[in-house]
T-cell receptor, first 114, second 112 residues
């Protein structure tokens, strides 16, 4: 069990560019979550998947954001036309069936939009 | 939705002393309460959690207590060590709701 992994760990982009982040959950974890964390705040829920189905989305997830989990394993989070307000740490977490509430987080991807 | 608040925002303790962080929540339907430790540049690490059918849980130097009537829960760290210095987040997860609502975090500084 290698834990949740996320790539890249850091991303610097210019305003207006598109970015994509990847999350690999703990193997056999069927649920995968995305959160966003800004400086001095706790993580805020964005969306979650059960297997390949996206079951819940926060109102924080504007139409510039899209998340996928096509094969029920890894997930991607894409931000189109980035804005400076998108600068944050994007965290991924996973949990397994039978203990769905217990979420294990990855190291995060820190995004800076210039 | 669930609203979680943490107090105090910063806590400094002498090495070897105990640290206590309190959280309050708003949704009486919440039934799962984890605590996470986050070090600089890293993701949150689950350190202990408690479910609503239990009033207290302990794991070595760490314990969590839950008061459902008052809607608050606390993290207790005994015999603090410098490596306990970090930001600690509490969270709550309502029944049937898969999102975790986090507090703003507590910066704990253990002074050697």
């Amino acid at each position: 069990d290698t834990g949740v992994s996320q790539n890249p760990r850091h991303k610097i982009t210019k305003r207006g560019q598109n970015v994509t982040f990847r999350c690999d959950p703990i193997s056999e974890h069927n649920r995968l979550y995305w959160y966003r964390q800004t400086l001095g705040q706790g993580p805020e829920f964005l969306t979650y998947f059960q297997n390949e189905a996206q079951l819940e989305k926060s109102r924080l997830l504007s139409d510039r954001f899209s998340a996928e989990r096509p094969k029920g394993s890894f997930s991607t989070l894409e931000i189109q036309r980035t804005e400076q307000g998108d600068s944050a740490m994007y965290l991924c977490a996973s949990s397994y069936q039978g203990s769905e509430e217990t979420q294990y987080f990855g190291p995060g991807t820190r995004l800076l939009v210039l | 939705g669930e609203n979680v608040e943490q107090h105090p925002s910063t806590l400094s303790v002498q090495e070897g002393d105990s640290a206590v962080i309190k959280c309050t929540y708003s949704d009486s339907a919440s039934n799962y309460f984890p605590w996470y430790k986050q070090e600089l540049g890293k993701g949150p690490q689950l350190i202990i959690d408690i479910r609503s059918n239990v009033g207290e849980k302990k794991d070595q130097r760490i314990a969590v207590t839950l008061n459902k009537t008052a809607k608050h829960f606390s993290l207790h760290i005994t015999e603090t060590q410098p490596e306990d210095s970090a930001v600690y987040f509490c969270a709550a997860n309502s029944y049937g709701n898969n999102r975790l609502a986090f507090g703003k975090g507590n910066q704990v500084v253990v002074i050697p």
